[in-house]
Nanobody, 122 residues
Framework: QVQLVESGGGLVQAGGSLRLSCAAS????????MGWFRQPPGKEREFVAA????????SYPDSVKGRFTISRDNAKSTVYLQMNTLKPEDTAVYYC???????????????WGQGTQVTVSS
C-alpha cells in the first residue's frame, strides 16, 4: 500500500522559511516522479513543483520560482520542498504526489498525501 506523509508545515512570518518533507512507503521512490501542489483557502489546488525520478529535471510555476526548491533523497524515500522568502499568499495546504511519469498536472498523479498546513502571517 502506497503512503505519502507530509510534514514540516506550520506558522511562519512573511519572509521566513520552511522545509516540507514527504516520506514515501510502499513504493520504490526512485521509480517515481514527485510533485508538490497546494490548495489556498477557498481556491483550487495548484501546481508548486515537480522533480524527475533521478532529480535531474525540476519545474516550478513563476509564482514560486527562485523561492522554492524541490529535492529528493531516494535512499531515504523522502522528497523535500524548501520554501524561502514566504509570502502571505503562500498560505495553503501543501500536498505531495507521486507518479511513474514526470508531469505538472494534478490529474497526472496517481498517489497523494494527506497534506500539511502552511500559514504565512504578514
Amino acid at each position: 500500500q502506497v503512503q505519502l506523509v507530509e510534514s514540516g508545515g506550520g506558522l511562519v512570518q512573511a519572509g521566513g522559511s520552511l522545509r516540507l518533507s514527504c516520506a514515501a512507503s510502499g513504493l520504490t521512490l526512485s521509480s517515481y516522479a514527485m510533485g508538490w501542489f497546494r490548495q489556498p483557502p477557498g481556491k483550487e489546488r495548484e501546481f508548486v513543483a515537480a522533480i524527475s525520478q533521478n532529480g535531474g529535471t525540476t519545474s516550478y510555476p513563476d509564482s514560486v520560482k527562485g523561492r522554492f526548491t524541490i529535492s529528493r533523497d531516494n535512499a531515504k524515500s523522502t522528497v523535500y520542498l524548501q520554501m524561502n522568502t514566504l509570502k502571505p499568499e503562500d498560505t495553503a495546504v501543501y500536498y505531495c504526489a507521486a507518479d511513474r511519469r514526470f508531469t505538472l498536472t494534478e490529474t497526472g498523479y496517481a498517489y497523494w498525501g494527506q497534506g500539511t498546513q502552511v500559514t504565512v502571517s504578514s
